[in-house]
């Protein structure tokens, strides 16, 4: 028999996505983006994104489907996110999801966002080890957790953000910067001929005692705003505000992900998330970790931004696990803690 194929459907933000997932292997997926609709915006507008994705879920879902070589007949399970997120942006995806399961007469799973980010890694990089650190970094959240079993076992904050996420710093810098959205892969990409070394930035909370797990990018934000400005009339050397802006958010994570490691006699760093995706992040995360001697696991970058295969794979753990399916009434909960 074996396990059931399981679709998962995410739209908590801009991104609709659809994966399809059987015992931890990625078999197929899609994903449409408003990404573009909001550019102008400058952000993300919750409207559009929700029309967006009521236009998106079901293109999507058939593309996702013969991605697997798969049809409706073949799905034995279906796993839709239902926060943390947008409360629009997630009721079209669940609407969706129970439309689905009902139709089709198969159980229906609610997923956390966040574990859907965390179990994103196993679909690369097998099954994840008991225990590991996970350094979550997203448009909305930063945190370090002491993850166990993820959908088994309650999952121990170790630090998060007091403020700002890191993304979010990333988002507001760039568009003081006048870097289009979405600000992170502007930053990334402007960076590459930036000098990290060039503005010295401040590392939030680097060496708090009270905090050692904690951070904070408000003021991170303020000062790049200020070096910013303090260029008013001139030329801002962009590239080498963005190399240096990238330089302090992934020392200050890099530093703080392997510390707990070590604390907490931890042999696996697992970093996931849309800001995972940064290229300095990944490779100072890389560099840290070789020489703690910690193994570090990141996801692909296409499976660091949200994406429904990420979703797909906690429902596919939960199936596995024998998890109670949720019932019809189940309801979006858009600031869900983990
Ligand atoms: O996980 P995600 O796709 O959505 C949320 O759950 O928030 O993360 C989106 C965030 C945005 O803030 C985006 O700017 C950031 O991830 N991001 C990046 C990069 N790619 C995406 N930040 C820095 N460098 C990147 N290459
Ligand atoms: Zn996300």
Redesign the pocket.
């Known amino acids: 028999m074996g396990s059931p194929v399981v679709l998962g459907i995410e739209s908590?933000?801009d991104?609709t996505g659809a994966g399809v997932v059987r015992g931890g292997r990625l078999l197929g997926h899609a994903l449409a983006s408003s990404m573009d609709e909001h550019a102008r915006y400058g952000g993300v507008v919750p409207e559009i994104a929700a029309r967006a994705h009521v236009q998106a879920l079901r293109p999507v879902v058939r593309e996702a489907l013969d991605d697997a070589g798969l049809g409706f007949a073949d799905v034995g399970a279906v796993a839709v996110t239902t926060g943390p997120?947008l409360a629009g942006a997630l009721q079209v995806g669940l609407a969706g999801g129970k439309g689905l399961a009902y139709a089709l007469g198969v159980p229906l799973y609610g997923v956390h966002?966040?574990a859907g980010?965390v179990a994103a890694d196993t679909l690369a990089h097998g099954p994840l080890p008991d225990p590991c650190v996970v350094l979550i970094?997203?448009?909305?959240?930063t945190s370090l957790l002491l993850v166990r079993d993820l959908v088994r076992s309650p999952i121990a904050h170790l630090g998060d953000t007091l403020d700002d996420?890191?993304?979010?710093c990333?988002?507001k810098v760039?568009r003081v910067f006048g870097l289009p959205h979405?600000?992170?892969?502007?930053?990334?990409?402007a960076a590459r001929t930036g000098n990290p070394r060039a503005v010295a930035f401040p590392r939030p909370l680097a060496g708090s005692p009270d905090h050692p797990y904690d951070f904070s990018f408000s003021g991170l934000k303020t000062a790049a705003a200020r070096w910013a400005e303090g260029h008013a009339g001139r030329a801002l050397p962009t590239a080498d505000g963005a190399a240096s802006l990238?330089e302090a958010?992934a020392d200050v994570l890099t530093r703080k992900a392997v510390a707990a490691c070590a604390e907490h006699g931890v042999g696996t760093l697992v970093v996931?998330?849309?800001?995972?995706?940064?290229?300095?992040?990944r490779s100072l995360a890389e560099e840290r970790c070789r020489a703690a001697g910690i193994t570090l696991r990141v996801p692909p970058?296409r499976l660091?931004?949200?994406?429904g295969a990420m979703i797909a794979a906690v429902g596919d753990l939960l199936v596995r696990s024998g998890a109670e399916p949720a019932p019809l009434d189940l309801s979006v909960d858009p600031s869900a803690p983990l």
Do not use: K
């Open positions: 908590s933000c991104e997120g966002h966040l980010h970094v997203s448009g909305g959240h996420a890191a993304g979010e990333f988002d760039a979405p600000g992170g892969p502007a930053v990334d990409r990238q958010v996931v998330g849309g800001v995972a995706a940064n290229s300095r992040v970058l660091c931004t949200d994406n």
